[in-house]
């Protein structure tokens, strides 16, 4: 089956959920600057969770770049990865307002790390089914980045489970910044 319908639907979704994230965001108590900056944790999990979703689309544009057909298989990749990427709304409205919990920001590392997991799982079934030697050589990046990735972010989610609840959006950014996006921009297509 060609490719197009499926990217077409992944974008509408992520574009659909990039967009809930924003409405989700709380409204001051009073329109002051002072009730904004109490607000400034839920614009860095909103922030977070925009760039994150964001990057994440970019990558899969560069990694479907060369897949001229796909398989069922693929069809349902995606899904899973959609299917987990819908909680981002959820999970950041709730660190958002407990950002200092440790539950609301184990919850919100679950389902990062979840979609990390199903992000893998499509790159290394679009690097078989690519015939291009530059879309094996990004999968192959780009995997080799989410071992560092998710590793990141494993610490992150111990760390917040254990003394600092905060580090798991953390790390998140620090694994945005320092591993993910260097990584996978020596890899692009």
């Given at each position: ?10 974008d509408a979704i992520l574009a659909i959920i990039m967009t809930i994230l924003v ?137 917040s489970l254990t003394i600092y609840p905060p580090a798991m959006m953390y790390s ?18």
């Amino acid at each position: 089956m060609p490719k197009e319908r499926l990217v077409a639907f992944t974008d509408a979704i992520l574009a659909i959920i990039m967009t809930i994230l924003v409405l989700e965001l709380e409204k001051p108590s009073a329109l002051s600057w002072s009730a904004f900056w109490d607000l400034r944790m839920n614009f860095f999990a909103y922030t977070v969770s925009f760039f994150w979703l964001g990057a994440m689309w970019v990558n899969l544009h560069q990694s479907w770049h060369d897949v001229e057909k796909i398989t069922n298989k693929q069809v349902w990749q995606s899904l899973f990865l959609l299917f987990f990427a819908s909680f981002f709304p959820y999970a950041t409205s709730i660190v958002a307002t407990n950002f200092e919990s440790s539950v609301a920001q184990g919850f919100y590392g679950l389902i990062v790390l979840l979609v990390s997991f199903a992000n893998v799982w499509m790159y290394n079934s679009l690097a078989h089914i690519s015939s291009s030697p530059k879309a094996k050589l990004f999968a192959i990046g780009h995997n080799r980045a989410m071992v560092y990735d998710i590793a990141v972010k494993i610490i992150g989610l111990a760390v917040s489970l254990t003394i600092y609840p905060p580090a798991m959006m953390y790390s998140v950014v620090l694994a945005a910044f320092f591993v993910v996006g260097p990584m996978s921009a020596r890899f692009t297509i």
